[in-house]
Nanobody, 125 residues
Framework: QVQLAESGGGSVEAGGSLRLSCTLS????????LAWFRQSPGKEREGVAA????????WYAASVKGRFYISQDNAKSTLYLQMHSLKTDDTATYYC??????????????????WGQGTQVMVSS
């Protein structure tokens, strides 16, 4: 059974950085599509970044490209989202997701089999 648990959220001023972590339990295949999504009140869930096969390929939403970086440490069974130059628009609950579509080809649709419980990020001006 795959289980995910996010951590690392918190409050930060605009321009600051945070690193989110997601511990991965029960994932046996390296060829897994993993991703980070976010959702803020009144807005639709947004795909932030995705990673396939331990980093063979990565994708980013246009709104975070160049500021956020997704990575995976297989030895620690952990997925990361390093966030720099945070903006107030980045305020949201962030979720990690696993068991995504084959080769991550439709990851932005949110068709993942397993989700974490979320961690909140608040960016103040």
């Amino acid at each position: 059974q795959v289980q995910l648990a996010e951590s690392g959220g918190g409050s930060v001023e605009a321009g600051g950085s945070l690193r989110l972590s997601c511990t991965l339990s029960g994932i046996t295949s390296s060829r897994n599509c993993l991703a980070w999504f976010r959702q803020s009140p009144g807005k639709e869930r947004e795909g932030v970044a995705a990673i396939y096969d331990g980093g063979v390929a990565t994708w980013y939403a246009a709104s975070v490209k160049g500021r956020f970086y997704i990575s995976q440490d297989n030895a620690k069974s952990t997925l990361y989202l390093q966030m720099h130059s945070l903006k107030t628009d980045d305020t949201a609950t962030y979720y990690c997701a696993a068991n995504g579509p084959r080769s991550c080809n439709t990851w932005t649709r949110g068709n993942f089999g397993t989700w974490g419980q979320g961690t909140q990020v608040m960016v103040s001006s």
